[in-house]
């Protein structure tokens, strides 16, 4: 019998991490919030027992976990073996809420669901390309941000938890991939109707089947968008209804709900993160606070008003008065006078539009930001001998694929284009007037420098110089995922993207690459 005490609070690890806060206690191992105490910051620290058969494997899942560099996976920062007779994985703190918290009050409404699971499918899609599988994935593994990011716990790790086996073959590792393609199916699935497909999972209720098979979300909650609806069934339906063809990769889960989450019979005005990431993406989300009662005891919020139906127009009043008062003969001649006002009306409102210059005027200030359609694309070459830049691959460029794109040619010997042009790029027409807010591009390599200009809003030309452009937005050393927001009020037809220095794909070679462009605003 060990004459020593359990670890508590307080207590000091490999002479840096103090231990605070027990967080969870689960298959044998223990999660712990601790302080650094060298850098001062907040880390959290899985533990197991060196003593455990499965020690060994835990460590060495860790580490392989590693190869995996999504951003969503929280980073392991230190291994420790054998520290007070426990092996440590020590990962980067997140200041977050478990799924789990927020579906156990309310579901997600349709577009934050959609964009959740796509945040998460990317994330698990990268980690299949290096053979890391996470297999434990349910909603406590998932963690929202207060600004909207989502982060993934348990990669490698939960995995190595499970009892010691035998080395993994082919189709084991093809059956790994499946096991994660349908918890993404399922993760949809409780984010739309806080159920769990199959068992009671994380606090969460069976999802209800019928003749032993699974209800679809539409079926269980009302307001259930149709896409999101029918991706959940393409991943968990054996087979799909009406014929739909199977999801049977994260990355094809991924692609399909960034175009997923709406619907015409429900108004949903939670932003997309197809766009760019907001500062107020869970305004919609149960509301969860670090401090008081259990999450599960508080109030669910409101019903938002998204949901509530729109207030009568003005013409809709006018209708509905004019036919109350039309009872009787006098309420014939109420009625012929209302009529007549509502043409005086209807006219006099035609006319200040047509007499008024400013186009920003068409513009409903009041609707919500969302993507606007790019109606042409081209290429913008001003100062090329022949005024061209592979023109035949634009369209690759707003194709909604990120394996493809629209690349510039080679330029060897200087990441500024080879000192042969002062950029080159593409120019995007969004179909009139519109207000743009900002602007997403998804590049092929980096670091890239690169700008935005707009033309005026009375332009009615595809702008083939940069002559009468006005620079909205720059951007230097960009990553491959490029966000930039412009000033309030920015309105044009034309916006150019300008790539001013190329990333460097060999030795002495430079070459840009734009993926897909994401452009968000109002019309």
Same mark, same amino acid.
């Given at each position: ?83 007070? +007779? ?8 997140? *200041? ?27 994330? =698990? ?5 290096? $053979?890391?599988?996470?297999? *434990? ?7 929202? &941000? ?5 982060? %993934?716990? $348990? ?30 199916? &399922? ?15 994380? $606090? ?13 979300? *539409? ?15 393409? =991943? ?11 999801? *049977? ?8 709900? +960034? ?67 039309? #009872? ?22 035609? %006319? ?14 009041? @609707? ?21 830049? @592979? ?9 909604? #694929?990120? @394996? ?26 969004? /179909?009139?007037?519109?207000? !743009? ?7 092929? /390599? ?14 009615? #030309?595809?702008?083939?110089?940069? #002559? ?14 490029? @966000? ?12 150019? %993207?300008?790539?001013? &220095?190329?990333?460097? !794909? ?8 734009? +993926? ?8």
């Amino acid at each position: 019998m060990s004459d020593r005490r359990p670890l508590a609070s307080g207590d000091v690890l490999a002479h840096r991490y103090e231990l605070q806060d027990l967080v969870t206690e689960k298959l044998g191992s223990t999660t712990w919030r601790a302080h650094d105490q060298i850098l001062n910051r907040n880390v959290g620290i899985e533990m197991l027992s060196s003593s455990d058969p499965r020690a060994d494997h835990f460590l060495e899942a860790a580490r392989e976990s590693t190869s995996v560099t999504d951003p969503r996976f929280l980073r392991v920062l230190d291994l420790i073996e054998d520290e007070q +007779r426990h092996h440590l994985v020590v990962r980067e703190w997140a *200041r977050a809420f478990p799924l789990d918290q927020l579906l156990a009050q309310s579901p997600l409404p349709n577009r934050r669901a959609a964009t959740v699971v796509a945040e998460v499918a990317e994330a =698990i899609a990268h980690a299949h390309e290096h $053979g890391v599988y996470h297999r *434990r994935l349910t909603p406590h593994q998932v963690l929202l &941000k207060e600004s909207g990011a989502v982060r %993934v716990v $348990g990669l490698g790790v939960t995995t190595a938890l499970s009892p010691v086996g035998r080395h993994d073959s082919l189709a084991d590792l093809q059956a790994y991939e499946q096991l994660d393609v349908q918890a993404l199916g &399922k993760l949809l699935y409780a984010c739309l109707v806080s159920r769990w497909p199959g068992a009671q999972v994380d $606090g969460l209720r069976a999802a209800p089947t019928e003749h032993g098979r699974l209800l679809r979300p *539409r079926q269980v909650r009302a307001g259930v968008a149709r896409d999101v609806d029918t991706v959940a069934d393409r =991943i968990l339906g054996s087979p799909p209804r009406h014929h739909e063809s199977p999801l *049977r990769s994260a990355a094809d889960i991924a692609r399909t709900l +960034r175009l997923s989450g709406e619907d015409e019979e429900v108004r949903d005005e939670q932003p997309s993160l197809s766009g760019i990431s907001s500062p107020d993406l869970l305004r919609l989300d149960p509301v969860i606070r670090p401090v008081g009662p259990p999450p599960g005891l508080e109030p669910p919020r409101r019903r938002p008003k998204a949901y509530e139906p729109a207030p009568p127009t003005t013409m809709e009043r006018s209708v509905e008065r004019a036919r109350l008062a039309a #009872k009787g003969d006098r309420g014939l001649v109420l009625l012929g006078v209302g009529v007549v006002l509502l043409i005086a009306t209807v006219l006099a409102f035609l %006319v200040g539009r047509s007499t008024n210059d400013s186009p920003s005027d068409a513009i409903d200030d009041s @609707s919500p930001i969302r993507i606007l359609p790019v109606q042409r694309v081209g290429d913008f070459d001003p100062f090329g001998d022949d005024g061209e830049e @592979s023109p035949d691959l634009v369209r690759r460029a707003i194709d909604g #694929k990120l @394996s493809t794109g629209w690349p510039t040619s080679n330029y060897l010997g200087s990441a500024s284009l080879g000192g042969l042009k002062d950029g080159v790029g593409l120019v995007l027409d969004l /179909g009139g007037p519109r207000e !743009v807010d900002s602007v997403r591009i998804r590049l092929g /390599g980096s670091p890239t420098d690169l700008s935005i200009y707009i033309a005026s809003p009375d332009e009615d #030309k595809v702008p083939r110089s940069l #002559k009468g452009l006005r620079r909205a937005a720059v951007l230097d050393g960009a990553g491959v995922d490029a @966000s930039m927001s412009l000033e309030s009020g920015e309105v044009t037809r034309y916006l150019v %993207v300008w790539l001013r &220095k190329l990333p460097e !794909v060999n030795p002495g070679s430079f070459r840009g690459e734009i +993926r897909e462009v994401v452009i968000r605003g109002r019309s």
